[in-house]
């Protein structure tokens, strides 16, 4: 006997075995169990997700002499339907039969009584690619066939099947089926398959189906045939021209490290096995992600792609900032492959631009002496000599980290602490441009608490922030991020974050947290009352409360010219404004 395709052997006979799509189940196991059959349907969704199964399973199930109205599969009615060989269930291919001739035989043949069954059933299969002559002709007998007649379509794109059809059905629409349930039923086969395979290898299966059942039996059939006894990861890696997500950590450590060449050579080496260079971008976009996840809530079980060990690999490299950035950079090649073919040039530029990324984020500014020319008189500046950056209380001079007694870690979510824009106004408006010139000198050196486990959530939270403004009572951070800057405003984190300035520069201040954007908006609304000679009355700044539950409203979209030069003066560099 032929070999027959996993995804034909374990196709559904009957509901109950159906995987997903559990809403439409239910409702035609009502339909058929209440006696209220419509006479026309039309499932819609992507491919692989069970409208064709369905289509055959409710064709049983109306026509089964077994009284309970499911399919037996025992009764000559459902043998001869699972055989393919029932004279009243009738499938056509729209794809092929899509013109007014076909259709027009159809309904000649509509008006004859079943001869086996209750039902005459017809089931259309990829409707959308009949004409609009053809779907004109079938309005009629669609909106009144006879009674012993039942129509069944079936499309994977709902949008090229016209309103007037639309309206005469009733209408299923079928979503991708989970990954756990896919995962689950892969298991189940090669379980009675008696195939072996490593850990991992169902789960990166399920991935690749993309929400398709018959696509995943499908992936599991060629590695079955290329693997033959034990099936591994490598296996498939090899089949879909993948990398292995520990080729991708070291691929991503490459980038952070600046090793050009390395990675233009690994490229190189992938590109000539045939991988897939765009799911190769996808696969990276995953790893950051994991990565930025794991950061934040330190559980290896919410990862997707990485374990423990490879997220914290990958944050040895990457600031959450940079992994954004990074992240930003792959999502626009993405875009970028639709419109080329030569998807090679744009990945190898994505990398060189990550690379530039991460080879500046180690470079400092030095002051610039053009030719050893003084300065003019109005615009000579002293030279302010500078020194080392080390993660120490101010007063110490060692280079090493301090000794952290206690942990840093939130232990439970908690409400977010925002101040409308009066608030913030006030709040700049108290800042010490010396004091925070100070602290930005010593700022990078908290990165070297990232390696600790204790201070590695804190750490890696404030690392990637500037310091909008600052006094010996408080400290302004500014996040680029709205992601970053919603969770730093959690107030179990503003805690975490006042106690380990505190314990790192021995400095006790307010923490206030906001996002760049926003922080524009209240540096150019200060600058413009100061440039009405309306600089705001000092008040007593506000103070996060401990015991209450409570969250202050932002005011939003706060606009107005600024005057710039003022605006560098009072706030430094962490402006980015342009000029009208």
Known sequence: MAYKALYRTYRP???E??????????????????????????????????KTTTAKILAKAVNCLNPDHQPCNECENCIAINQNSHPDIIEIDAASNNGVDEVR????????????GKYKVYIIDEVHMMTPGAFNALLKTLEEPPAHVIFILATTDIHKVIPTVLSRCQRFDF??????????KVEEIMEKENITAEDGVSSLISELADGGMRDALSILDQVVSYAKDHITMQHIYDIYGMMSTAEMVHYLSLIALGKTNEVLEMIEQYIEKGIDVKRL???????????????????????????????????????????LFIVDILNETMGYYRQTSNYRLFFELASLKAIDKMIQKDQKVEPQVLNSQPLKEETKKPVVEE???????????????LEIKQEYKPTSPSLR????????????????????????QKWDGIRAYIDNEKTRYVAQLIADAKIGAASKEFIVLVYNYKILSSKAQEKENLILIRRFIKEIFDYDLEVYVVEHSMFVDITKTY??????????????????????????????????????????????DVLNIKEK
């Open 13 to 15: 006979n009957d509901f």
């Open 281 to 323: 971008t996808y696969d990276l976009m995953v790893c950051l992600k994991d990565a930025i996840v794991f950061q934040f809530t330190s559980d290896a079980q919410v990862l997707e792609r990485l374990n423990k060990e490879q997220a914290s690999e990958i944050l040895k490299y990457y600031s959450t900032n940079q992994a």
């Open 17 to 50: 075995s159906m995987v997903g799509q559990k809403h439409i189940i239910t409702t035609l196991k009502n339909a058929i169990a209440t006696k209220k059959i419509a006479h026309a349907y039309i499932f819609s969704g992507p491919r692989g997700t069970g």
């Open 417 to 440: 602490i925002q101040y409308s824009m009066d608030e913030y106004i006030n709040i700049v408006a108290h800042g010490d441009k010396k004091f925070k010139n100070d602290l930005i």
């Open 387 to 401: 020194k080392a950056v080390h993660p120490i209380k101010i007063e110490q001079e060692e280079s090493q980290p």
């Open 175 to 184: 979503t991708k089926i989970s990954f756990e349930d896919i995962k689950e």
């Open 527 to 572: 600058m413009q009352l100061i440039q009405a000679n309306k600089k705001p009355e000092l008040k007593e700044l506000p103070h996060l409360d401990t015991t209450s539950n409570e969250t202050i409203k932002v005011e939003e979209d706060f606009d107005g010219n600024a005057t710039i030069e003022m605006g560098k003066s009072i706030f430094g």
């Open 105 to 116: 035989e159809l309904i000649e043949k509509v008006k004859y009584a079943p001869i086996k």
